[in-house]
């Protein structure tokens, strides 16, 4: 099993930065595949993006691009999501999630969450 805890997120105006962590216990993390989802207000979850065991990340929503990065950390068993010039539409609850089965994509079983953190964001 493993346990996913999420730490950052806030309220910032419009084109702040936040930086969302998402750190993995319970398994070995360098064969852990994880993406970050959120789900805005009145919206269904959306994953934004995913990242693989090599560190390629992948970009689900055209508009997060040259905004959001997301890379890993394997040393602490962490992935980190940097957000740059937030914008109102990225207000959501974002949650991290993990998988063990090799694959990192919008089709996979993502197995385990971690418990969701806000991101706000004012015009």
């Known amino acids: 099993q493993v346990r996913l805890v999420q730490s950052g997120g806030g309220l910032v105006q419009a084109g702040a930065s936040l930086r969302l962590s998402c750190t993995a216990s319970g398994r070995s993390f360098s064969t852990i595949s994880m993406a970050w989802f959120r789900r805005a207000p009145g919206k269904d979850r959306e994953i934004v993006m995913s990242?693989?065991?090599?560190?390629?990340?992948?970009y689900y929503v055209d508009s997060v691009q040259g905004r959001l990065a997301l890379s890993r950390d394997n040393a602490k068993n962490t992935v980190h999501l940097q957000m740059n010039n937030l914008k109102p539409e990225d207000t959501a609850i974002y949650y991290c999630?993990?998988?063990?089965?090799?694959?990192?994509?919008?089709?996979?079983?993502?197995?385990?969450w971690g418990q969701g953190t806000q991101v706000t964001v004012s015009a």
């Open positions: 990242i693989n065991w090599s560190g390629e990340a992948e």
């Open positions: 999630a993990a998988n063990l089965n090799y694959c990192s994509n919008y089709l996979c079983a993502w197995d385990f």
